[in-house]
């Protein structure tokens, strides 16, 4: 059988760590720098087990690390970080990879390897129960704050809570409770071609209303008690929308490029 070869990479954008999930059909591959990956094979597709962790490209051209933020958000071309610039997190988590590093044609994947297309994404996602949720089934058994699904019990994979860095502005989101996954084809966050390893939008919606109430009930308390009319608003909302799955918020939610859950539509 055809094993197509895809590369698991950690990105500015969109990043995640796999490590230590090899299947009994495990093999080694060597990058442009001399390191060795395992890899773990899901259906007919063979992925990396483990970060990628090159500063060339295929061809020996070196990709420059930069660390200042404005620089970060202005960049044209490709770049690697450490998450918060700290040699620390590389050691534990890898490199985070910009897109233009990403979809540099001298290519950063090592030789007969590529970055995952947007359909090859799309399966793994169908073959781990849908790509709402292969997330959680991607996930590390450990180093989640907000641990769920069987994790690498039933994917062989164990994705580490990498964080991220965004583009525009080139500020860190400290590994713990995110990551993301580079699709080759689409720099721009989409929640059917990128899996996000965080919060979905029904932990969201009910995290944010949770606030809302406890907010909302001091105020009335120290402030004034019409504060209460905004209590019930959000209570009966949620009461709503248990019964017909319509939510304001979760609508809001989805349309940043938050991944849908299953309680909302």
Known sequence: MFNHKLLVLSGVLAFILFSAGCSSQSEKIIDRDGNSYNTVQMGSMIWTGINLDVVHYRNGDAIPEVKDPKEWGTLTTGAWCYNDNKLENGTTYGKLYNWYAVNDPRGLAPKGWHVATDAEWSALGDLLGG???????????????????????????????????????GKFMLPGEYSRLWSSQNKQYHPNLIIYLSMNIDRLVFAIAGVFIVSSILLSIYHNQNWLWFTGFVGANLFQAAFTGFCPLAIVLKRLGVVSGHAFK
């Open 131 to 169: 790509i709402e949720n292969a997330g959680g089934t991607l996930k590390a058994s450990k180093s989640w704050k907000n641990q769920s699904g069987e994790g690498s019990k039933k994917s062989g994979f164990e994705a580490l809570s990498a964080g991220a860095r965004r583009d525009t502005d």
